[in-house]
């Protein structure tokens, strides 16, 4: 049985009380549930249900619209691929935000002093990597500009959460995987890759290759295919081989 949406472990009593309540349509609990995305930012905790309440809230009351809560909660959800999150976020921003923002004279500015739709786009590209499987060009994009490093400074351990979701990914998909490819797709190299693989992961490299744990998920299992076919059926079948159309 999966977990509900709506659940969070980390949630304080607060927030749920808040969340199971007329009160998450009040506009007076705007400030809270920012406050609380800034909690989820610095404790590397999450809490999708929660975020997609303060976003309703802000199509209700754009005048109490927060930029910069925007795009933390949107790479919050960045952080939990492939799940919808991402998406259900952007469902909830208004229109003019999901697109393009024509070309301004800012060389490389910074977060604050940018529409929130150029971020949002800038966002939406590392979403389409990730959704791709094309984490070699997501690392690419993401030191591509100084913008995302605006835009991801807010959320405490970014990458190393990143790097943990891409590795969860992979070990669900295969036993054994090149070190090269590997290395490429979590931008890390030498000694740090290593240490990566054996201590937080705890796989293993043997020769150039990285050994994935046997997991139920990479598990090569065979299927076979039973068809409980009646007799009945099948005679109503030869049958029908021989009518004569009307």
Not at 36 to 44: G, L, P, S, T
Not at 93 to 118: C, Y
Not at 206 to 218: R, T
Request: contains cysteine; proline residues 6%.
């Amino acid at each position: 049985m999966g977990v509900p949406f709506d659940y969070s472990p980390e949630r304080p009593e607060a927030i749920d009380v808040i969340l199971n309540g007329l009160d998450r349509y009040n506009p007076e609990t705007t400030s809270t549930f920012q406050d609380y995305v800034m909690q989820q930012c610095e404790n590397r905790t999450y809490d999708c249900y929660a975020n997609l309440a303060l976003l309703k809230l802000y199509q209700f009351n754009p005048h109490l619209t927060r930029d910069e809560t925007i795009t933390n909660i949107l790479v919050k959800a960045l952080t939990v691929f492939p799940s919808p999150d991402f998406s259900l976020c952007l469902s909830l921003l208004p229109p003019h935000t999901l697109h393009p923002t024509s070309t301004t004279s800012h060389t490389n500015p910074a977060a604050g002093d940018v529409p929130l739709s150029e971020s949002v786009q800038k966002l939406t590209t590392l979403s389409n990597c990730l959704a791709t499987a094309d984490f070699t060009s997501f690392w690419s994009t993401l030191d591509s500009d100084d913008l995302y490093a605006d835009l991801i400074a807010d959320v405490s351990g970014f990458e190393e959460l990143m790097r943990l979701q891409i590795a969860l990914e992979v070990s669900k998909a295969v036993r054994e995987i090149q070190r090269p490819v590997l290395e490429s797709w979590l931008a890390l190299r030498g000694s740090e890759f290593e240490a990566f693989m054996t201590k937080v992961c705890g796989w293993e490299i043997v020769d150039g290759v990285v050994k994935v744990p046997l997991n139920k998920e990479n598990e090569a299992k065979g299927t076979v295919v039973r068809e409980n076919v009646k007799f009945d059926q099948f005679g109503r079948l030869i049958r029908r081989a021989y009518e004569q159309p009307a």
